[in-house]
């Protein structure tokens, strides 16, 4: 890692364990003088990039946070503040988000702010907010927080534009044009019937009608879903109302916004985004962003699983006291290369995770089908390699699988599971090892010298 190359100035962070890691990896990229991104940031780097790259593909958790609470009028307002207010820091976060994360009883759903802290936000204490009339909004909508919008519905929705900030029109249109496109290339499309489904050409002319309408020049697709928190929705609809407020409180959340997806809705297949509250169990992954930055690109972050597969003769490290393996292992490739598989407890999943590199590594007899009996759900292959050793040629003293696990099914229900397995003879070098994933995703410094080495 000697010859170094120029981090990139916006990134992604993503971090396993969840927004305090992500948080202080974000905060030591961009230094004293950067920021997080808010939502008007992804705004910005989508409208100079296009669909197929990092800003419109991946999801983002902004510095951006919706509150709802009764205004000093006694009305129910949205207020929406961009990287101010009391969720503007890592400590601000955390404490509203504790009123649900701290509820051993489980109880408790979304965040809350004081009402006193609300009204400061409507008075413009920390800085410019955009308010909404909460009760306004939710008449323009059948099931408001929940169903997806048309290009024209887009354009003029308060929320929407609040949310994504000065460029919120500007975005729309862009987005309804490379929806439009879309729209015209799956109309040339006939999805194939492999499960031989009936009314399988009904389907297919419906769907070829519905492309080729949201792909005419002056069409209005659908392009976004405008949520609410998912667990502590905002309103119940016009048959129910809307969910209380706790006196003294208002709900509070960060807002983020989703990659494009492929969306099947009310009989319609829609290219859209959504653009809603993060809650503290979603995943988090913040934008970073340096000082004088231009947000014309994002770079997607430090991938650990995919950094140490392709960096990791710069991530073995010694063995303090080298022991004599003799034991029987699962082995996997790396490129090309084989190591050793990090041991698992009992009847699990593989790890996949390369510890000893093999030096040598030769086939004993022909590919056999190993089959077990499935233990819980059957998208997951979990096997004793126990089992596995059972059937092994004597001089054996390791097995890769090649192909993919299959199902046999018995009576309507997943029975067994059956793989293909090849047995071989290794020596590997048990005085380095590779470095766990988990191990890599915590140290910064090594993270960021591996993207930037590229």
Same mark, same amino acid.
């Given at each position: !890692?000697?010859?170094?190359? #120029?981090?990139?100035?916006?990134?992604?962070?993503?971090?396993? &364990?969840?927004?305090?890691?992500?948080?202080?990896?974000?905060?030591?990229?961009?230094?004293?003088d950067?920021?997080?991104? #808010?939502?008007?940031?992804?705004?910005?780097?989508?409208?100079?990039?296009?669909?197929?790259?990092?800003?419109?593909?991946?999801? @983002?958790?902004?510095?951006?946070?919706?509150?709802?609470?009764?205004?000093?009028?006694?009305?129910?307002?949205?207020?929406?503040?961009?990287?101010?207010?009391? !969720?503007?820091?890592?400590?601000?976060?955390?404490?509203?988000?504790?009123?649900?994360?701290k509820?051993?009883?489980?109880?408790?759903?979304g965040?809350?702010?004081?009402?006193?802290?609300?009204?400061?936000?409507?008075?413009?204490?920390?800085?410019?907010?955009?308010?909404?009339?909460?009760?306004?909004?939710?008449?323009?909508?059948?099931?408001?927080?929940?169903?997806?919008?048309?290009?024209?519905?887009?354009?003029?929705?308060?929320?929407?534009?609040?949310?994504?900030?000065?460029?919120?029109?500007?975005?729309?249109?862009?987005?309804?044009?490379?929806?439009?496109?879309?729209?015209?290339?799956?109309?040339?499309?006939?999805?194939?019937?492999?499960?031989?489904?009936?009314?399988?050409?009904?389907?297919?002319?419906?769907?070829?009608?519905?492309?080729?309408?949201?792909?005419?020049?002056?069409?209005?697709?659908?392009? #976004?879903?405008?949520?609410?928190p998912?667990?502590?929705?905002?309103?119940?609809?016009?048959?129910?109302?809307?969910?209380?407020?706790?006196?003294?409180?208002?709900?509070?959340?960060?807002?983020?916004?989703?990659?494009?997806?492929?969306?099947?809705?009310?009989?319609?297949?829609?290219?859209?985004? &959504?653009?809603?509250c993060?809650?503290?169990?979603?995943?988090?992954?913040?934008?970073?962003?340096?000082? *004088?930055a231009?947000?014309?690109?994002?770079?997607?972050?430090?991938?650990?699983?995919?950094?140490?597969?392709?960096?990791?003769?710069?991530?073995?490290?010694?063995?303090?006291?080298?022991?004599?393996? *003799?034991? @029987?292992?699962?082995?996997?490739?790396?490129?090309?290369?084989?190591?050793?598989?990090?041991?698992?407890?009992?009847?699990?999943?593989?790890?996949?995770?390369?510890? @000893?590199?093999?030096?040598? #590594?030769?086939?004993?007899?022909?590919?056999?089908?190993?089959?077990?009996?499935?233990?819980?759900?059957?998208?997951?292959?979990?096997?004793?390699?126990?089992?596995?050793?059972?059937?092994?040629?004597?001089?054996?003293?390791?097995?890769?699988?090649t192909?993919?696990?299959q199902?046999?099914?018995?009576?309507?229900?997943?029975?067994?599971?059956?793989?293909?397995?090849?047995?071989h003879?290794?020596?590997?070098?048990?005085?380095?090892?590779?470095?766990?994933?988990?191990?890599?995703?915590?140290d910064?410094?090594?993270l960021?010298?591996?993207?930037?080495?590229g």
């Open positions: !890692m000697s010859k170094q190359k #120029v981090l990139p100035s916006v990134m992604g962070f993503y971090h396993e &364990d969840g927004h305090v890691p992500a948080w202080k990896q974000t905060t030591r990229f961009i230094g004293k950067g920021r997080i991104g #808010v939502l008007p940031d992804v705004i910005e780097a989508r409208l100079a990039t296009k669909p197929g790259e990092t800003p419109w593909e991946t999801y @983002f958790t902004t510095l951006t946070a919706e509150y709802l609470g009764f205004s000093k009028g006694g009305t129910r307002i949205l207020i929406v503040a961009h990287g101010i207010g009391p !969720m503007s820091t890592l400590d601000g976060i955390l404490k509203v988000y504790s009123y649900e994360f509820d051993k009883e489980r109880n408790r759903r965040g809350r702010i004081s009402h006193q802290e609300f009204l400061d936000l409507e008075s413009g204490k920390y800085g410019e907010v955009q308010i909404v009339d909460f009760d306004a909004y939710c008449l323009r909508y059948q099931y408001p927080f929940l169903q997806h919008l048309r290009s024209s519905q887009a354009l003029v929705d308060p929320v929407l534009r609040a949310r994504l900030g000065a460029q919120a029109e500007k975005y729309v249109q862009t987005h309804t044009a490379y929806a439009r496109k879309w729209h015209c290339e799956q109309a040339d499309i006939d999805p194939e019937n492999p499960y031989k489904l009936p009314n399988h050409e009904q389907f297919l002319t419906r769907r070829a009608q519905q492309h080729a309408r949201d792909g005419a020049e002056y069409s209005d697709p659908f392009i #976004v879903e405008v949520g609410g998912a667990n502590c929705c905002y309103t119940f609809g016009p048959e129910h109302g809307h969910r209380p407020i706790e006196e003294g409180m208002a709900f509070a959340h960060l807002i983020s916004i989703g990659g494009l997806c492929n969306m099947h809705h009310e009989g319609n297949e829609s290219l859209v985004c &959504d653009v809603g993060h809650e503290w169990w979603n995943g988090v992954r913040l934008l970073g962003i340096r000082k *004088n231009k947000l014309d690109g994002i770079h997607q972050g430090a991938r650990a699983y995919d950094l140490l597969r392709k960096h990791w003769k710069f991530l073995m490290k010694p063995v303090k006291e080298v022991q004599v393996h *003799n034991g @029987f292992c699962h082995i996997l490739s790396v490129g090309d290369s084989w190591f050793t598989d990090y041991p698992k407890q009992g009847a699990s999943m593989d790890n996949w995770e390369p510890e @000893f590199l093999v030096e040598s #590594v030769e086939n004993v007899g022909t590919p056999v089908l190993f089959k077990t009996t499935i233990g819980g759900y059957h998208g997951f292959f979990r096997y004793d390699i126990r089992e596995i050793k059972r059937i092994a040629p004597l001089e054996a003293n390791a097995y890769s699988f192909d993919e696990p199902c046999i099914w018995e009576g309507g229900n997943p029975k067994y599971h059956t793989r293909t397995v090849q047995f003879r290794i020596v590997f070098d048990p005085s380095q090892r590779l470095i766990r994933v988990s191990e890599l995703v915590n910064y410094e090594t960021m010298a591996l993207v930037a080495k």
